[in-house]
């Protein structure tokens, strides 16, 4: 994979708008919240949670959610190691280009390599990527896999199973972890605290 454009023949715009106007306007600084986890950790569960508190206070909010992004933006991707890499490339971009745009954008993808995480990092300015691990022991997430996910890739029915066919890298140094195993308040409110002024 390039690092950069294919093409030659590309100039970036640059837009008259800074991000401390967008912040005025809306009141509050831009960030990328990358909630990371095994899958029935409770990610999308707590990134939805923390939007809807995030816009009863009056905050610009957004939640990317990897199943959600699968139908339509990364729909042509599967799992192997370089597709689940590309998964988090575009919606690393993504989440840049919302951040950029003044939104608090919050993510929920297994996202199981250090690599691709530290990657989207990078895309960020210093202090608007906070990494939260929502690290929820793996008993428990098989316990809530009300889809049945767990006991297909433990039978071998589902390939490249992040934390059992497939590895799954935490977080060696996040901004926050979280068991979803606690109420889901408190988990909200844990990164609210982090996340606003």
């Known amino acids: 994979m390039a690092d950069g454009p294919v093409s030659e023949n590309i100039v970036r715009a640059e837009g008259r708008v800074s991000g401390g106007q967008r912040a005025a ?3 509050h600084s831009s960030i990328t919240v990358w909630f990371t986890g095994l899958s029935g950790s409770g990610k ?14 009056g905050a610009m909010a957004y939640v990317l959610d990897g199943d959600n992004v699968r139908f339509g933006l990364n729909r042509d991707l599967g799992f192997s190691p370089e597709d ?4 988090i490339r575009r919606i690393g971009e993504v989440c840049r280009l ?3 745009s003044g939104m608090i954008v919050l993510t929920a993808f297994i996202s199981p390599y250090q690599a691709d995480r530290d990657q989207v990092r990078a895309l960020h300015p210093e202090g608007r990527f906070v990494e939260v691990f929502v690290d929820t022991p793996l008993e428990v997430c098989e316990r809530r896999d009300v889809k049945g996910l767990y006991e297909k890739a433990r039978a071998g029915e589902i390939p ?7 590895p799954y ?3 060696v140094d996040p901004e926050l972890r979280i068991d979803t195993s606690e109420p889901l308040d408190a988990c909200v409110a844990k990164v609210l605290d982090r996340i606003l002024p």
Do not use: C, K, M, Y
């Open 25 to 27: 306007l809306l009141g």
């Open 44 to 57: 999308s569960t707590l990134a939805f949670a923390v939007e809807e508190a995030l816009i009863d206070q």
């Open 84 to 87: 689940r890499t590309e998964n």
């Open 98 to 100: 919302f951040q950029d």
């Open 160 to 166: 490249e199973f992040s934390g059992i066919s497939a």
């Open 169 to 171: 890298e935490a977080p």
